[in-house]
């Protein structure tokens, strides 16, 4: 199998990190929450003896009502929370940044990457090309693959 993923988190800023980190927890979070209720109910369905007598102290079936009422209340608060956020970023990813009107050329592209002029024609005209990087994340080598047809 082919890597077509640049696999680079150095070159990930710290802020990112921290981001990822918080999202990666707060997920976990949330699916534990959904789980505790489905497996204590499953416990009480199956007949634990723990769990019979635990639902008989905190007030039987009416009680796990008013809880199912609370856990799907929870539920559709993440649901519209999570779509919200959807939508926020949609409209976000809307508006053109200043940066994608400016017009580039072909010699600013050459020296932004460090590349040679007649190696981005070449991969200009090509129907499939590979890029090289280098550890650091930048433009190692371009390979224009010419195919004829």
């Not at 990822?20 to 707060?26: H, T």
């Not at 499939?128 to 190692?140: S, W």
Request: net charge neutral.
């Amino acid at each position: 199998m082919k890597d077509y993923i640049i696999n680079a988190p150095q070159l990930q800023t710290v802020r990112k990190r921290i981001s990822a980190l918080f999202v990666w927890l707060l997920c976990w979070v949330m699916w534990i929450y959904l789980l505790i209720p489905l497996v204590a109910l499953n416990n009480w369905v199956m007949g634990d003896k723990k769990m019979i007598n635990e639902m008989r102290w905190f007030g039987g079936y009416k009680s796990l009502l008013e809880l199912m009422e609370i856990y799907m209340a929870a539920l559709v608060i993440m649901t519209l929370l999570w779509l919200c956020w959807i939508f926020a970023r949609a409209l976000r990813s809307q508006v053109l940044l200043p940066a994608a009107q400016k017009l580039v050329n072909d010699q600013d592209l050459c020296d932004f990457y460090n590349l040679e002029a007649d190696a981005l024609q070449q991969c200009k005209q090509s129907k499939l090309m590979t890029v090289y990087f280098d550890e650091q994340g930048h433009i190692a080598k371009l390979d224009a693959h010419i195919t004829h047809g």
